[in-house]
């Protein structure tokens, strides 16, 4: 069983920047890890993600260019990087695990979710 912890959201005024943070814990074998959102009555959608197994990260369109995805193996955690924020990012950030390969982009490539974390980007 994997658990996940999300932590560092909060309130920021558009342009600004957040960082947030998983944290895995319950295994220790090499697994991707994705980032989704999910505002107020909409869908939860793809942000980033990156592959434990090697070096690839992906990203969705709307956030390439802004946000970085990255990774701390001795930690156990990966992390967000959000820059040039705006108010079409508010939304709660979920982190997921996926055991093996597969698309992504999708919810039901994942294992394991996280309680997400707020995110709130003001104008």
């Known amino acids: 069983q994997v658990q996940l912890v999300e932590s560092g959201g909060g309130l920021v005024q558009a342009g600004g920047s957040l960082r947030v943070s998983c944290a895995a814990s319950?295994?220790?074998?090499?697994?991707?890890m994705g980032w989704f959102r999910q505002a107020p009555g909409k869908e939860r959608d793809f942000v980033a993600a990156i592959s434990w197994g090697g070096g690839s990260t992906y990203y969705a369109d709307s956030v390439k260019g802004r946000f970085t995805i990255s990774r701390d193996n001795a930690k156990n955690t990966v992390y967000l990087q959000m820059n040039s924020l705006k108010p079409e990012d508010t939304a709660v950030y979920y982190c997921?695990?996926?055991?093996?390969?597969?698309?992504?982009?999708?919810?039901?490539?994942?294992?394991?979710w996280g309680q997400g974390t707020q995110v709130t980007v003001s104008s």
């Open positions: 319950g295994r220790t074998s090499s697994y991707a």
């Open positions: 997921a695990v996926a055991l093996r390969g597969s698309n992504y982009y999708r919810t039901t490539s994942y294992d394991y």
